[in-house]
């Protein structure tokens, strides 16, 4: 089950739920509020996708067949470094205890009300947007304004997905600065790095990928191996990358 096409402005949730009805009522629901629906009825499905989609937050639930969602939470994090929400009937204060404990970033208990599922899925994306999100951020003449969600280059206005823009405002935010993966992946996700997740990579590939077909002269993420990632505009200079 998926929803309609996705533009750039609207958040992208993989629902990851073998209740079929419910499914469709989240789905609807959260559509209906102007987000883009992924479902899946099992959680092994979602890690196939790794390389081809860019969630925004996961919804999954616990008692999935086959692995269920705890087991699999370390597998799915690995996979997307975005905030992952647990639904679920299970409602003792032990499994709740769990689920935040392997890293969740929150807890739903069922049935759901989707509001109050509005409400939660809100509140962890906003945990995404810059700290300062009152003000503008300045390079050179790069700008990014984290309200409009707006990069302007000089006159020129550039779009950038939502999740783009905040992988790119930590890097102008440490610009001259080498960032390592741990770093940048406790910014950008805002939990702790596990050691193995290696998706922030693909973020940063796709953000560089990005900068490169803007052709900016001076506007370059540097790889510096064994060490992280160096974001730097030099208006002025235009050099090969160093990877």
Same mark, same amino acid.
């Given at each position: ?10 958040? +992208?949730?993989?629902?990851?739920? *073998?209740? /079929?009805? &419910?499914?469709? @009522? ?5 559509? #209906? =509020? ?94 995404? +947007?810059?700290?300062?999100?009152? *003000?503008? /951020?300045? &390079?050179?003449? @790069? ?5 409009? #969600? =707006? ?93």
């Amino acid at each position: 089950m998926t929803g309609t096409r996705m533009t750039d402005s609207q958040s +992208q949730i993989l629902l990851i739920e *073998d209740d /079929l009805p &419910l499914a469709e @009522l989240v789905c609807t629901y959260l559509e #209906q =509020q102007g987000f883009h629906l992924v479902h899946l009825d099992n959680a092994e499905d979602a890690l196939l996708r790794q390389d081809t989609d860019d969630f925004d937050l996961i919804l999954c639930d616990v008692m999935l067949p086959g692995q269920d969602g705890f087991s699999l939470y370390p597998q799915l994090a690995a996979s997307y470094p975005c905030p992952i929400i647990f639904l679920t009937a299970l409602d003792s204060h032990l499994d709740q205890i769990r689920g935040l404990d392997l890293g969740a970033c929150d807890y739903l208990l069922k049935p759901v009300v989707p509001p109050l599922l509005l409400a939660r899925i809100k509140a962890s994306l906003r945990k995404l +947007q810059p700290k300062t999100a009152r *003000d503008s /951020l300045r &390079l050179h003449n @790069l700008a990014l304004n984290p309200n409009l #969600q =707006q990069v302007n280059l000089g006159d020129e206005v550039i779009s950038f997905t939502t999740k783009e823009f905040s992988l790119l405002w930590i890097f102008v935010l440490y610009a001259g600065k080498v960032l390592s993966r741990e770093f940048l992946f406790e910014q950008y996700v805002g939990r702790e790095y596990d050691g193995l997740d290696r998706a922030i990579d693909l973020k940063i590939s796709r953000l560089r990928k990005r900068l490169d077909e803007l052709n900016v002269p001076g506007l370059t993420i540097t790889t510096i191996h064994g060490k992280g990632y160096l974001f730097n505009y030099l208006p002025e200079f235009s050099g090969e990358e160093l990877t």
